[in-house]
């Protein structure tokens, strides 16, 4: 996607013109622009000076995004989103109020209430008019943008917020202007009482007071989109600015963006880390709450990773760089927070829609009201108020607001929380989810075999069957020896020297030890060299019903006991689904482990359903079975994820695992937690209950104030509204939606106090497959598959012919083509086909 900065934008009907002239250019693809943030991102293959071109021809100006230099530096991508509109308007706007009140002083102030004034003005109202039509051309001129950018997207055919301004205190100028030649005239002709009556016609500080209270709603709107950004701001300026690399032999301090692939870097206590690596020497506590909001530091030793902007705390390292530049993780987050904001929801459409036809239906009512007012008998300054109160009061702004700021805040809150949305699509449609599908390995469980249990046999100490395992299992490569590896150095054992090790493929290992022989593996293996004992054989049977691996070491003849080793499930995620399915979503824990391993974890998370045996392409399949009941979110993490997360309707990867999955994905959880699914779906809920509201007021408030600007409730109550009320009503519209969406950054992610069961169209639970077998040959076969079948999860009920060679299989819940012809063929049949 490329990223261009758009200028001379002022509204929602602005975005939406230059958005559709943009489309028109041959080889635009893809075209999304934001008028928070005053880009757009174009994709295609079409030439940059085209898109230029288009921008230009519909009255607005264009440029690449770092045109300057191949790659933006973050304190470039930083000026760009620096707030420079509120201090520029807050120029304005002092300016103006110096001649406003002056003004109003002349107008109101004498003409109403009878201030006094200079003894040059007394009966001589000529000079107090042509006094105030100076006063109000030295605030037009000030705020000239108006009437330039309104009157250029006129001249264009794509008239603006700026045009209706424009014509506003234009028309109130004109109209004076006129009042006050004709004054001229009657005081010339020496008609007192019809000049003085002129001067009541006057609208000067009307067509001022529009000016000045619009600058007013811009620079307060300014201002609040400022802080929009700030959680993208505050990432940029996490940034180190310089890193310490050794080169030659001797130590260098460098600006960061000229760190290498390769350097090595050197990092004392205390210092920021410049850029991604890996630890070479050194052991410390690094703080890496900028980057996953964990306020605990993480202990670091040779071979770990590090991140930039992460701090070492303690310990001096000597780390070597592995990601530079745009590649490190802190310049990953912030261009994910960034295409977020460049790109538009779903619901952004609906406001797009209204907004290109805003402004030119909201000038015909204008016109329409001041016509209608005449032809009612009204006079020419009372149907001319009337229409220009029309103008001022409309906002097509709110409109085009609504979506993009909580879009923005939304997707900074979740940064700053270790959520990360890549779309604005995927922060919409986030929590809309109503089945979330869990990866078993690396998602719901840590993905590192652990020790479990230590059942010591009699007359055997837990240390001296930890001790002989240890030393036993040091010598193998296999992952569940690290499991016991790890408890033995937590306990501090001391590992002893065996001789002769030997492992035995798909039974276990043997080696001597201090003479005497040690076996370890399976319960099949030891039990056929050693008696186990009926207590141990019943223990060893059960934790292999709870998903565990148990492990049994005999030392010579004699039985040590059994060491059970599980992927253990992380400590938030039993409380992660639990919270899931109290907010009204079902969950699913896909695996490609077998039936009982998957129950005993599915049992401890607590999901809805498990589906046991699939390969990834199996996955894929069932995600496409789940779609059929609902929205569908895919959580994983590994390479074997990557084709489920791609298939759902949002992939969700856990931010330590594999690129290709989180490449594959529309959300990231940098902190790899399962509790940070509810947050995502939390917070998703809450950015999108909050466009709702924006939306709401920005419909209402013009459904409200274009009729009584327009005074259809004159007739009726007497309700009148001037031009510098509709103004001063038009400046705090768009203030108020930006401020709503503000809110959003006291929103409490992690909080469930308010959760709520989503609604859900009620689905239909019976799915069907038909299943082509071969070999079945008579009514003891077709007994036979209907008892496999429907003992796997899911199956409610298998209906099978020998005569057809098939089996309609029934179920209540997705199972994998991979189980259900597992179960076939473990009869000696042949699965021909599923559909």
């Known amino acids: 996607m490329e990223q261009y900065q758009v200028t001379g934008m002022s509204c929602a009907a602005c975005s939406a013109r230059v958005e559709k002239a943009v489309s028109k250019v041959p080889g635009v693809t893809g075209c999304s622009v934001s008028l928070l943030t005053n880009s757009m991102g174009v994709e295609g293959s079409a030439d940059p000076s085209a898109v230029i071109a288009a921008v230009e021809q519909a009255g607005y100006g264009a440029a690449v995004k770092g045109a300057a230099e191949a790659t933006p530096s973050l304190a470039a991508q930083e000026e760009a989103l620096a707030d420079h509109e509120t201090p520029r308007l807050k120029r304005r706007l002092f300016a103006s109020l110096g001649f406003l009140l002056v003004l109003m002083y002349l107008s109101m102030g004498h003409t109403m209430w009878g201030w006094p004034l200079p003894s040059f003005f007394a009966g001589n109202p000529a000079a107090l008019g042509l006094a105030q039509l100076l006063l109000t051309t030295a605030v037009m001129v000030i705020n000239q943008r108006f009437f330039i950018s309104g009157f250029r997207g006129l001249l264009h055919r794509t008239p603006n917020m700026d045009t209706l301004v424009a014509l506003g205190s234009g028309a109130s100028f004109v109209y004076s202007v006129y009042a006050l030649f004709a004054l001229t005239a009657a005081q010339a002709w020496g008609d007192s009482a019809a000049a003085m009556g002129y001067l009541h016609e006057f609208y000067f500080e009307s067509a001022a007071m529009i000016l000045t209270l619009i600058t007013v709603g811009k620079m307060l709107e300014a201002r609040s989109k ?54 070479l020497e050194g052991e410390s ?65 609906v406001a797009d829609r209204v907004s290109g036809v805003f ?91 652990a020790v479990t249990d230590v059942l010591a046999a009699e007359g055997v100490t837990e240390k001296e069957l930890l001790g002989a395992a240890y030393a036993l299992e040091a010598c193998s490569e296999h992952p569940l020896a690290g499991a016991i590896l790890r408890l033995a150095e937590e306990r501090q054992l001391p590992l002893e020297k065996v001789e002769g090790f030997q492992a035995l493929p798909g039974s276990g290992l043997t080696a001597r030890l201090n003479g005497a022989a040690l076996w370890g593996g399976s319960m099949d293996f030891i039990g056929g060299r050693v008696h186990v004992d009926e207590a141990l054989r019943r223990a060893a049977e059960s934790l292999a019903g709870e998903g565990k691996t148990p492990l049994l070491f005999t030392r ?85 994820d990557a084709p489920a997360l791609t298939r759902a309707d949002i992939g969700v990867a856990i931010g ?70 509709g103004a001063a009503a038009m400046s705090l519209s768009s203030f108020c939606v930006v401020s709503n969406a503000l809110r959003l950054n006291l929103f409490d992610v992690h909080s469930a106090k308010k959760d709520h069961k989503i609604r859900q169209k009620k689905e239909k639970k019976t799915m069907e497959k038909t299943m082509k077998i071969e070999g079945m040959m008579c009514g003891h076969c077709e007994a036979r598959v209907k008892k496999c079948l429907e003992t796997v999860p899911g199956v409610e009920e298998a209906v099978v012919s020998h005569e057809q060679g098939t089996a309609v299989v029934r179920m209540s819940a997705p199972v994998a083509d991979d189980t259900l012809r597992a179960a076939v063929e473990a009869q000696d049949y042949k699965v021909l086909s599923i559909g």
């Open 359 to 449: 402004v030119p239906v909201v000038m015909a009512i204008a016109a329409v009201t001041t016509v209608v007012w005449l032809l009612s008998g009204e006079s020419v300054g009372f149907a001319l108020a009337r229409g220009i109160s029309v103008l001022v009061i409309s906002c097509p702004c709110a409109l085009g607001l609504a979506t993009p700021v909580a879009i923005m805040v939304g997707s900074g809150m979740g940064a700053k929380n270790g959520i990360l949305f890549k779309t604005a699509v995927s922060l919409e449609e986030m929590g809309k989810v109503n089945i979330v599908a869990l990866d078993k390995t690396g998602t719901i469980t840590s993905g590192q075999p």
């Open 285 to 349: 506590a690094v703080d890496e709450s900028a980057l996953t909001g964990e306020s605990i530091p993480v202990d670091k030793v040779t071979g770990d990773g590090v991140s930039a902007a992460t701090v070492n705390r303690s310990g001096f390292l000597r780390c070597e760089a592995t990601r530079v530049g745009e590649d490190t993780t802190l310049a990953q987050i912030i261009r994910m927070v960034s295409d977020a904001a460049a790109t538009k929801a779903p619901i952004a459409k």
């Open 556 to 640: 010579d003849e004699t039985l040590l006991g059994i060491i059970a080793v599980a992927d253990v499930i992380k400590a938030d995620s039993g409380e992660a689904v639990r919270q899931l399915k109290n907010m009204g979503v079902r969950v699913v824990m896909l695996t490609g482990d077998n039936q009982r391993t998957a129950r005993a974890i599915g049992a401890q998370a607590g999901v809805d359903e498990v589906v046991a045996g699939v390969l990834p392409d199996g996955k894929e399949q069932v995600i496409r079975d789940l779609q059929r009941h609902g929205k569908v979110a895919m959580v994983g993490d590994g390479i074997n």
């Open 656 to 725: 330590a695992g594999a690129d290709v999955a989180v490449d594959a994905a529309d959300v990231v959880l940098v902190k790899s937690r399962l509790s940070d699914v509810p947050a995502a779906i939390r917070l998703s809920r809450a950015a999108l209950r909050n466009i709702h509201e924006n939306l709401f007021w920005a419909f209402f408030y013009n459904v409200v104030g274009i009729p009584l600007a327009a005074g259809v409730w004159i007739p009726l109550t007497g309700w009148q509204l001037s031009p510098m009320f």
């Open 226 to 279: 400022g802080k929009t950004t700030d959680a993208l701001k505050g990432l940029m300026r996490l940034t180190p600015k310089t890193a310490c690399v050794v080169r030659d032999g001797a130590e260098q301090t460098i600006p960061v963006a000229q760190v290498r692939r390769g350097d090595v870097f050197l990092v004392r206590p205390g210092e920021s880390i410049p850029v991604d690596g890996v630890v």
